[in-house]
C-alpha cells in the first residue's frame, strides 16, 4: 500500500514547519551545514547572538560567516572524521562575549548529512566563574595572612623571648589579635553563606524600631564614646513598628555602624534615620567621615573589597560587612545603596518593603 504522493508531500512539509518551530524557539544557537560545509539552516538564536542576516549567510561556508580559523578547522575535522568537538571562544563577536560551541555530525540513515553547530553565550558563566576562583583565593590569602603571623610569634616565643616577659606579653596580643581576625573572618563568611543560600527563610517579627536602634548603638557605646563622635537618631512619628528579621537587621546596621564608626575621624557625626514612602522602608546610616572615592563606590559591596587594604585590616576589617548588609538587604525583597563624597562622609540606605508577619 503505498500513499498518495500530494499526502507524503504534505507531511513533509508539516514535518519541516515543526522542525522549524522548534529550531526557532530555541535558546542555543544553531546553525547546520551540509557535507560540503555550507549552511542549509541558521536559526533565530544564532541570528541573534551574532548578528547575523539570515539571508546571508545560508549557503555559505563557516568561514564565510564567523571568519573563525579555529572554527572552520573544527568543522572541517568533524566532517572528515564524524567526531564531535567543543569549543569555548571570545574571537567570534567583538567585546567580551564569549561563546560555547558544540560542532557535531548529523546523522542521516544513509550516512553524514553534515554538522551542526550548535551556540551558547556563556558570557555569564564564566564571569560567575572567575569571581568563585577569586573569592576561594581571597579567601586562602586572607586565612594565610594572620595564620603566618601567629605561627611567625609563636616561634620567637619559643626561641627565647618568652624569657623577657615584657616581649612575651606584647607578643601574645599580638597573637590574639591575629587569632580574634581569623575568628571574625571565619563568622562572617558563615554568615555570608548562610544568608546568601537563601536556605533559611526569614523569621519576620514585629520590631519597636527606637528601642532597637538605641539598643544597638548601646553595643557600641565605648568606641562611640572613644572617637568623641555624636550619635542622632532620627524616626519619624508614624513609624513605630517595622517587620524583618530581627536577628538579620541587627547584624546588617551593627555592620553599617561599625563602618561609619571606623571610617570617620574623631568628632564626626554619626545619624541613623528611617523613613517610609510607597511601601517602601528606608533604614539609613550616615556619617561625616573618610567617604568613598566614585570609582570605588559601586564595588564596596563586593566581598573583601575595600578601598584601602591595609587601612581596613588595621581596624580589624574582613572586607566582607558591607557584603553581608547587601544580602540581608536582598534577603528582605529590599535593595541597598551607597552614597559618599570623599571628605564628606557616606550614607548607606537598605530599603526594603514594608513586611508583615507575626507580632
Ligand atoms: N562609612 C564608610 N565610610 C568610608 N568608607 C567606607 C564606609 N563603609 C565602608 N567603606 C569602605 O568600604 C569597604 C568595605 O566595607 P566592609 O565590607 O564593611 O569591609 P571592612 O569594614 O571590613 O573593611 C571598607 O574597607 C571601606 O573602604
Ligand atoms: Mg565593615
Redesign the pocket.
Given at each position: 500500500m503505498s500513499e498518495r504522493p500530494e499526502k507524503k508531500i504534505l507531511d513533509m512539509a508539516h514535518e519541516r514547519d515543526k522542525l522549524a518551530a522548534v529550531l526557532s524557539s530555541m535558546a542555543e544557537g544553531v546553525l547546520a551545514l551540509d557535507t560540503d560545509g555550507k549552511t542549509f539552516l541558521v536559526n533565530s538564536a544564532a541570528c541573534n547572538m551574532f548578528g547575523i542576516n539570515r539571508e546571508r549567510a545560508l549557503n555559505k561556508h563557516v568561514r564565510e560567516v564567523f571568519n573563525n580559523d579555529q572554527l572552520d578547522t573544527l568543522v572541517k575535522e568533524t566532517l572528515k572524521s564524524g567526531d564531535a568537538h567543543t569549543l569555548e571562544t571570545p574571537d567570534l563577536l567583538p567585546g567580551e562575549t564569549v561563546f560555547r560551541l558544540h560542532i557535531t555530525p548529523i546523522k542521516g540513515s544513509k550516512g553524514s548529512l553534515g554538522v551542526a553547530i550548535t551556540a551558547r553565550d556563556i558570557t555569564e558563566l564564566k564571569r560567575l566563574e572567575k569571581i568563585r576562583v577569586e573569592f576561594v583565593a581571597n579567601v586562602s590569602h586572607e586565612l594565610k595572612t594572620p595564620l603566618a603571623s601567629i605561627k611567625g610569634f609563636v616561634e620567637t616565643l619559643k626561641d627565647g623571648a618568652l624569657e623577657e616577659p615584657d616581649t612575651a606579653r606584647r607578643f601574645l596580643s599580638i597573637i590574639e589579635r591575629h587569632a580574634n581576625r581569623l575568628n571574625n573572618l571565619i563568622s562572617d563568611l558563615l554568615s555570608l553563606s548562610k544568608i546568601e543560600s537563601g536556605q533559611i527563610p526569614l523569621e519576620l517579627k514585629k520590631i519597636r524600631l527606637l528601642p532597637f536602634i538605641n539598643k544597638l548603638i548601646g553595643t557600641f557605646d565605648d568606641r562611640i564614646r572613644e572617637k568623641e563622635h555624636t550619635i542622632t537618631v532620627d524616626i519619624p512619628k508614624g513609624l513605630t513598628y517595622i517587620y524583618a528579621d530581627k536577628a538579620l537587621l541587627d547584624q546588617a546596621l551593627a555592620?553599617?555602624l561599625?563602618?561609619?564608626i571606623?571610617?570617620?575621624p574623631p568628632h564626626g557625626k554619626i545619624t541613623i534615620s528611617a523613613s517610609e514612602e510607597d511601601g517602601q522602608i528606608g533604614l539609613a546610616?550616615s556619617?561625616t567621615?573618610?567617604?568613598?572615592p566614585e570609582a570605588?563606590l559601586a564595588r564596596?559591596?563586593e566581598r573583601f573589597?575595600?578601598?584601602?587594604?591595609a587601612?581596613?585590616r588595621e581596624?580589624g576589617?574582613?572586607?566582607?560587612?558591607?557584603?553581608?548588609?547587601k544580602h540581608i538587604a536582598l534577603a528582605h525583597g529590599g535593595t541597598i545603596l551607597a552614597d559618599?563624597k570623599p571628605g564628606l562622609?557616606?550614607t548607606?540606605t537598605i530599603t526594603f518593603p514594608r513586611l508583615h508577619g507575626e507580632a
Open positions: 555592620n553599617l561599625d563602618n561609619a571606623k571610617y570617620t546610616v556619617d567621615g573618610i567617604g568613598i570605588d564596596v559591596f573589597y575595600r578601598v584601602d587594604k587601612r581596613s581596624m576589617g574582613t572586607g566582607l560587612g558591607l557584603a553581608i548588609v559618599s562622609g557616606s548607606f
